[in-house]
């Protein structure tokens, strides 16, 4: 069992900036894909940025340029720098671990999970 806990979120003001911290257990830590997912209200989860065992990344079109995600495996640590906020980026963020490294975007690709961290974005 993976346990991820995400911590780091909070309110800002629009065109500021959030550091997400996601750690995660486990001995192999290294080897997994983590994933970042956020879920405003009514809305579906989805997809905001991934990073695999070797650091390769990815980002969804809505927050490309703006946000980077990176990794301290000494740490057990995964990062989401989130730059240039928007009103629209505000959700309950959500951080995932793939042991497998399928290095997904869609949440069932991923097995843990966090219990997410709010961040509101205010004008």
């Known amino acids: 069992q993976v346990q991820v806990v995400e911590s780091g979120g909070g309110l800002v003001q629009a065109g500021g900036s959030l550091r997400l911290s996601c750690a995660a257990s486990?001995?192999?830590?290294?080897?997994?894909?983590m994933g970042w997912f956020r879920q405003a209200p009514g809305k579906e989860r989805e997809f905001v940025a991934r990073i695999n065992r070797s650091g390769t990344t990815n980002f969804a079109d809505s927050v490309k340029g703006r946000f980077t995600i990176s990794r301290e495996n000494a740490k057990n640590t995964v990062y989401l720098q989130m730059n240039r906020l928007k009103l629209e980026d505000t959700a309950v963020y959500y951080c995932a671990a793939d042991p497998r490294d399928r290095y997904g975007s869609r949440p069932y690709d991923y097995d843990y999970w966090g219990q997410g961290t709010q961040v509101t974005v205010s004008s």
């Open positions: 486990g001995r192999t830590f290294s080897m997994y894909a």
